[in-house]
């Protein structure tokens, strides 16, 4: 079982910062994708972002500039650092990871912009 917990949400006032973190039980290096999704109130899940185990990137159009996806597998664990924050970001944000056919969810960490 592989079991990812989230964190570094919380409430900011836009144009602000965050950086959310997502740690992985299982040796990263191992695991093939590992990306970042949210979910507003209303609105089905969307990607932001995904990293490869070699590192190459994947964002959403709408977020290229704004959002950072990083990962250490030295760590186990995926970063997502979010810049000029906007109201319209607030949303759970979820992290995954593919590995060996499976996909695996964290329990999601809420992330408020206030205007």
């Known amino acids: 079982q592989v079991q990812l917990v989230e964190s570094g949400g919380g409430l900011v006032q836009a144009g602000g910062s965050l950086r959310l973190s997502c740690v992985v039980s299982r040796n990263t290096f191992s695991v093939n994708v590992m990306g970042w999704y949210r979910q507003a109130p209303g609105k089905q899940r969307e990607l932001v972002a995904d990293?490869?185990?070699?590192?190459?990137?994947n964002y959403a159009d709408s977020l290229k500039g704004r959002f950072t996806i990083s990962r250490d597998n030295a760590k186990n664990a995926v970063y997502l650092q979010m810049n000029s924050l906007k109201p319209e970001d607030t949303a759970v944000y979820y992290c995954?990871?593919?590995?060996?056919?499976?996909?695996?969810w964290g329990q999601g960490t809420q992330v408020t912009v206030s205007s």
């Open positions: 995954n990871a593919y590995s060996g056919g499976v996909i695996y």
């Open positions: 990293i490869s185990r070699g590192g190459r990137t």
